[in-house]
């Protein structure tokens, strides 16, 4: 299986930062990467889609970049509503593997 | 508006089964794929497999054969789940997810998730 490596596993952020996440693939997936956000309780929420493609409604602070093992994904001006755990999945071969997950938290 | 609607939180034994659904609603349930995934308290998720209800065809994790069994009520838009043979390391929150292809996939709508607690 594919091991998707999420780094860091948390960080302390602020409002307004600039916030920035990495999700490292153990063998080349192309851009079949997708980021979701998940808030305490609740199901995942796609974000990104084909590692750069921001889903419907979704705002622009929120992009994802890379291909191959390497990708980003990056909050340009962090929203309170914003403070959730971000995961990163491939779906490039089976079984699809998530991250094991960024937490962000208020500093 | 496409919908995905789960049951009730279930509290079963050690040993016993557990079938679970997720009601689709909002779209035409036979033309996308819906996949279950499992996450463990303070866990990641992790993929359990998928069935595509136009013709019944599923795709499972190797490490999920023998433990769970999709099926799909085409009449009803409503598809299912069944874990048999329940430890605790089967206690989870379960989800159902719709996904749609971009050459990769990706999981655009989910259901609310079940949680399932194994204990005697």
């Known amino acids: 299986d594919i091991v998707m490596t999420q780094s860091p596993t948390s960080m302390s952020i602020s409002v307004g930062d600039r916030v920035t996440m990495n999700c490292k693939a153990s063998?080349?997936?192309?851009?079949?990467v997708d980021w979701y956000q998940q808030k305490t309780g609740q199901s995942p929420k796609l974000l990104i889609y084909k590692a750069s493609n921001r889903y419907t409604g979704v705002p622009d602070r929120f992009t994802g970049s890379g291909s191959g093992t390497d990708f980003t994904f990056t909050i340009s001006n962090m929203q309170a509503e914003d403070l959730a755990v971000y995961y990163c999945m491939q779906s490039n071969s089976y079984p699809p593997t998530f991250g094991g997950g960024t937490k962000l938290e208020l500093k | 508006q496409v919908q995905l609607q789960q049951s009730g939180a279930e509290l079963v034994k050690p040993g016993s089964s557990v079938k679970i659904s997720c009601k689709a609603s909002?779209?035409?349930?036979?033309?996308?794929?819906m996949h279950w995934i499992k996450q463990q308290p303070g866990n990641g998720l992790e993929w359990i497999g998928w069935i595509y209800p136009g013709n019944g065809n599923t795709k499972y994790n190797q490490k999920f054969n023998g433990k769970a069994t999709l099926t799909a009520d085409k009449s009803s838009s409503t598809a299912y789940m069944q874990l048999s043979s329940l430890t605790s390391e089967d206690s989870a929150v379960y989800f159902c997810?719709?996904?749609?292809?971009?050459?990769?996939?990706?999981?655009?709508?989910w259901g609310q998730g079940v949680m399932v607690t194994v204990s005697s």
């Open positions: 063998q080349n997936v192309g851009s079949n």
């Open positions: 909002g779209y035409t349930f036979t033309s996308y794929d």
């Open positions: 997810a719709r996904s749609w292809r971009y050459g990769g996939y990706c999981f655009d709508y």
